[in-house]
């Protein structure tokens, strides 16, 4: 007779177990508990990735991934502003 063995899941930021009944997401291919979800990262407001608020290339106002801002911004030379 086989066992049930099902694998433990780890968020990859906190470390803490994330249990069955407990959502996560995968944030650059890694999995991230809620809580790491809520406090650490943005939605990219251009097309919806989730990213690390570290990771962020916006400003105060605009969450945007990497590919999206080298795509479609700019920054001002003269005060940094984030341009479209």
């Known amino acids: ?3 049930n063995k099902t694998e ?3 968020c990859s ?12 997401e995968a ?4 999995i991230v508990c809620m809580d790491c979800i809520e406090n650490h990262t943005n939605t990219c ?3 919806g990735a989730i990213i690390w608020t570290s990771d ?5 106002y ?9 795509n479609h911004y700019v920054r ?8 479209h």
């Open 27 to 30: 944030v650059n291919g890694e």
């Open 1 to 3: 007779m086989e066992e």
């Open 45 to 47: 407001d251009r097309c």
């Open 76 to 83: 001002c030379c003269c005060c940094d502003a984030l341009l």
């Open 62 to 70: 605009t969450a945007l991934c990497s590919s999206c801002y080298h």
């Open 13 to 24: 930021h906190c470390g803490a177990v994330i249990s069955d009944d407990e959502d996560c």
């Open 8 to 10: 433990t899941l780890y």
């Open 56 to 60: 962020s290339y916006g400003d105060e």
